[in-house]
């Protein structure tokens, strides 16, 4: 994941964050734990403050479009961002 592109970086105050849309090349799909290292690295915001809202590519293509909304603090993002539901795992007993 070498290469990145912005094409798109929309600053939003009503919500304290930036929507953006970029382009990288990479070998195989990121993960995105990956993408938001990427993005928080590129944009110098924490990880806890990015949320990515999609990692998408073509087939057979090397490059990948994420769509992610950068915000200015974790605190900004737990106040926005909808909570994601946990899994619960039921025990089985025998």
């Given amino acids: 994941m070498t290469n990145v592109k912005i094409l798109q970086e929309i600053e939003n105050p009503l919500f304290k964050r930036k929507e953006i849309k970029i382009i990288i090349d990479s070998v195989s799909t990121p993960t995105i734990e990956d993408s938001k290292k990427l993005v928080s690295e590129k944009f110098s915001k924490p990880i806890e ?15 990948f479009k994420i769509e992610a909304n950068v915000y200015n603090s974790a605190k900004d993002k737990d106040k926005t961002e909808p909570k994601q539901k946990v899994k619960n795992e039921k025990v089985q007993t025998q």
């Fill in 49 to 63: 403050a990015i949320a990515i809202k999609s990692v998408k590519g073509k087939f057979g293509r090397k490059t």
